[in-house]
């Protein structure tokens, strides 16, 4: 497996930018447990500066209490639909929109 470490080792809390097989990867432990979520891009240093965006909001929900363990708000996609669609969904599935006629 052809991976890069972006830093040594991590200290506690730490979240690493890592490259697997030329794809950016976060790796970090919470709560005594290894976590790694793929970033679904290349390793570029464009993308790499999107990652490292995200390792430190990682960190920061780590430090505040804040920290979803089930990782779904740092995948953009499955996040902010599921955020999209309590906004403009009621409780029926039907539209917000269509309601306000």
């Known amino acids: 497996m052809n991976s890069k470490i972006s830093a040594a080792k991590a200290l506690k809390g730490n979240v690493q930018v890592i ?9 970090f ?3 005594g447990k290894r976590h790694y979520l793929s970033m679904g891009l290349p390793d570029t240093i464009v993308n790499r500066k999107a990652a490292e965006a995200k390792a430190r909001q990682i960190e920061l929900d780590i430090l505040s209490g804040n920290f979803d363990p089930t990782l779904a708000k740092y995948k953009h996609h499955t996040y ?4 999209l669609s309590r906004f403009y969904c009621t409780t029926d599935g039907s539209s917000d929109d269509a309601n306000s006629n």
């Open 29 to 31: 432990s919470f709560a």
């Open 19 to 27: 490259s697997s097989n030329n794809r950016l990867q976060l790796r």
């Open 80 to 83: 902010w639909a599921r955020e």
